[in-house]
């Protein structure tokens, strides 16, 4: 399952990054007189978990030369990650606002993101060989290029320079309907999918990619997409995905799911983690991420693949228990949550 990196251990995840501006305790939007700010974006909330779990991670983005600039490159360091990569210019920094949902009431945020350093970037403003230089793993999402016609042949332009180079390219579809079409996000996946080596996608993402019927949710009908999936693209060895059941904003249940293939185009293996019940949630936002990462994790350090998803959901259900976008634990507090839960620690 694992691909060959040797003499590479560089994790790169290239994205925007923002600062968040969110209020709870059942205060609407429209009615705050106060905010909690954090920075965040699913790029490098991905890139803050590998750190944390030992890899090298470096991030890339563009931001301002102003004081949030600056904040984002600190936050970014104070997670381990190296910024090395992080452009600076532009004019502003982008701004989400989050209403953070309560009892039967879902969260909502509120994009303030038009016209950032990272978004209006019209071409590639890195030296790409230095920007892959070492690289074992580059991660990218569907954020990137939803956000310009720039920015998804950029996108493209440097999942296909990471693959033309022999890099593992780690693709997250993360469709977002405030910033684009589903059409338009389908597209996109379309062009990368060729690149791809480990994909986190739905099996209705697959199934609209693919043009197979829509199906309702069932093991079954995941397993018979990604197969589809990794025969029409057989580059493709790893496929992940969380299935949620919310009860209420601040009661969940989520399993993992892990699909590996050989590279072949023959029909791969499905592992499962356990369900959790997630009571009560005190941050929802970068659950998938934090599942992203620890998938991510089990793949480089070439866990089995029932031993992979079982972090990767755990990390997950630990972001739950956090404020902010990005998840703060280590691999050992991840292992040891698996395994003593919500005992006290003494």
């Known amino acids: 399952m694992a691909v060959d990196v040797t003499g590479r251990r560089k994790v790169l995840a290239l994205g925007e990054i923002m600062c968040r501006l969110s209020v709870g305790?059942?205060?609407?939007?429209?009615?705050?007189?106060?905010?909690?700010?954090?920075?965040?974006?699913a790029e490098a909330n991905v890139a803050i978990s590998l750190a944390n779990f030992g890899h090298d991670a470096a991030f890339a983005t563009k931001v301002p030369e102003n004081p949030l600039g600056d904040a984002v490159v600190r936050?970014?360091?104070?997670?381990?990650?190296?910024?090395?990569?992080?452009?600076r210019g532009g004019a502003r920094l982008g701004t989400y606002y989050l209403e953070i949902g309560a009892a039967n009431r879902g969260s909502v945020?509120?994009?303030?993101?038009?016209?950032?350093?990272?978004?209006?970037?019209a071409s590639c403003e890195w030296d790409v060989d230095e920007l892959l230089s070492g690289v074992g793993l580059f991660h990218v999402t569907g954020?990137?290029?939803?956000?310009?016609?720039?920015?998804r042949s950029l996108t493209l332009e440097l999942v296909r320079a990471a693959a033309e180079r022999g890099i593992p390219v780690s693709y997250d579809v993360n469709f977002r309907a405030k910033l684009w079409t589903w059409d338009e996000c389908m597209d996109a996946f379309r062009d990368?999918?060729?690149?791809?080596?480990?994909?986190?996608?739905?099996?209705?993402?697959?199934?609209?990619?693919?043009?197979?019927?829509?199906?309702?949710?069932?093991?079954?009908?995941?397993?018979?997409?990604?197969?589809?999936l990794v025969a029409a693209h057989p580059g493709v060895r790893a496929i992940y995905c969380t299935r949620r059941v919310a009860h209420s904003s601040s009661s969940n249940d989520l399993t993992g799911y892990l699909y590996t293939a050989d590279g072949t185009g023959a029909a791969g293996s499905l592992a499962r983690s356990r369900t959790w019940h997630v009571e009560p949630i005190v941050d929802r936002v970068g659950g998938g991420d934090a599942f992203a990462g620890g998938v991510l994790h089990g793949l480089l350090a070439e866990m089995a693949p029932a031993d992979a998803i079982e972090f990767a959901a755990a990390a997950s259900v630990l972001k739950h228990s956090v404020a902010g976008d990005a998840n703060r634990f280590t691999a050992a507090e991840v292992t040891d949550f698996m395994a003593s839960g919500a005992d006290v620690k003494r």
């Open 25 to 41: 305790g059942g205060v609407r939007l429209a009615d705050a007189a106060s905010f909690d700010a954090h920075y965040g974006g």
């Open 75 to 87: 936050h970014l360091r104070r997670n381990g990650v190296d910024a090395s990569q992080v452009l």
């Open 109 to 121: 945020a509120v994009y303030d993101r038009a016209g950032s350093s990272f978004a209006t970037m």
């Open 143 to 151: 954020i990137c290029p939803a956000l310009s016609a720039s920015w």
């Open 192 to 228: 990368v999918l060729p690149h791809v080596t480990y994909l986190a996608a739905s099996w209705g993402d697959v199934q609209s990619a693919l043009g197979l019927e829509r199906t309702p949710w069932s093991e079954g009908a995941m397993v018979a997409a990604y197969d589809a």
